[in-house]
């Protein structure tokens, strides 16, 4: 018996973006490595266009590498100025086409429908219509962007051509996956409506054959954090261990920074736990203006992956009070999988999307928008909570985070190929 040479190529917004799903992306590309795939290769964008499209970004002097055997493309757009648009699409849909046309049998994963899922699409196309022989299977993520941004916009405004691009995009490939079932039920609503209004049938389609596939964690970077370790973290950044509230993610009004910063000035905890903010974004620099008076709270721009882990295991209680906004809903919050997983004090946020997907029943929620509940609700961890009752939140919280480890979810969402058989 024989296994043939594979490829796997994910198509994403890779890093240096600071987004859950770049991460999703490194780690499947770190299990294929060992599932048989011989090449696996990230198609992405050009670092100077990811900082001109204003993302947050992470330092890029200090980027985690990847394992040999896994190649980041980054292809140069094609054509000059006198094309306003699609120059990078080109680039990356061609380079996908030389890479298919090689003839190795290859999986395509696309992350973000718009535009990923349109290059891989458009790639397997022409490499059919040129005749190239190719074996390739497509695999569509549809993640919280494709749904809370592209697909409502579209409702919202009347823009049901678009959505109907949209969905024929997705419906095209070999698979559909949801990134949470919030999401897959998000999409088959969404459908619905466009049904309704232009006679389609993509409800029905995606009800059918959309399935659900968590987001990937590298659980081995978050367990056994070394206490020396942690401590010597914090004092980098002139913390102490429990002596603080952690908010990390993006920085974004969806994210409920706002509504933390403000309770965070009702507390009566704030005179034991200062606010530690740890991420960018579109917010960052009007919260920062807010709270130029409060010497109690501490931002942080430049937290890389090592130390994401060590901030979260050392903090009193990590606040995530996310809630629903036209542009965003949290689909699923890999932060807080990461944060259980990396143990610590215990999480508050709120059941916003598919939030109660990632926490289960291990994280102390607080309803969506209300401040002063916030403050109430973050009062009693730090103040009332005892240690028993934390500890059994942590204990919880890892275990149950533990199914989120990306060796699992990699083989549910790529199951091993049948092995070649060599005639006598």
Known sequence: MIMPDRRLVIVVRADPVICGHSGEARNLAEVALTRGFTDVRLLTWPIPTLQAAGLPLKPLDRLLPYS??????????????????????????????????????????????????????????????????????????????????VIASCLRD????????????????????????????????????????????????????VTVSYPPIDTSAYLDLD?????????????????????????????????????YGQMRCRDQVELVVAGTGPALEHVQAMSKEDDKITFLTDVDDDEKPLLMAGCAAYVLPTKPEPDFVETFGIALAEKMLAGGGPIVTTLTGGTGEAVGDTAVIVEA???????????????????????????????YAMSFDRGAVFDGLFPAPEPAVMAD
Do not use: W
Not at 93 to 98: A, F
Not at 164 to 182: K, N, P, R
């Open 369 to 399: 928008g209300d401040i002063a509940a916030l403050a109430d609700t973050v009062d009693r961890v730090v103040l009332e909570m005892s240690a028993a009752e934390k500890l059994d939140l942590e204990v919880r919280a890892r275990a």
């Open 68 to 149: 040999p055997g896994i190649t980041v493309e980054r292809p140069e757009p094609v054509g000059d100025y006198r094309v306003p648009d699609g120059r990078h699409l080109a680039g990356l849909t061609g380079r996908l086409v030389e890479l298919l046309a090689e003839g190795v049998p290859t999986t395509c994963l696309s992350m973000y429908l718009v535009p990923h899922t349109t290059v891989v699409n458009d790639a397997v196309t022409a490499v059919r219509a040129a005749g190239f022989t190719t074996q390739v299977h497509t695999v569509a993520k549809a993640v919280g962007s494709d749904v809370t941004n």
């Open 227 to 263: 206490p020396a370790a942690v401590d010597e973290a914090l004092a980098r950044r002139g913390l102490r261990r429990g002596g603080y509230l952690l908010f990390l993610s993006r920085v974004a009004r969806a994210k409920g920074i706002y509504d933390l910063v403000i309770a």
């Open 158 to 209: 009347g823009r049901f051509g678009a959505a109907t691009v949209l969905f024929t995009t997705f419906l095209a490939s070999d698979e559909l996956v949801a990134v949470s079932e919030y999401t897959r039920d998000e999409i088959v609503a969404s459908a619905e409506q466009v049904d309704a209004h232009c006679g389609t049938s993509f409800a029905e389609q995606c009800r059918r054959r």
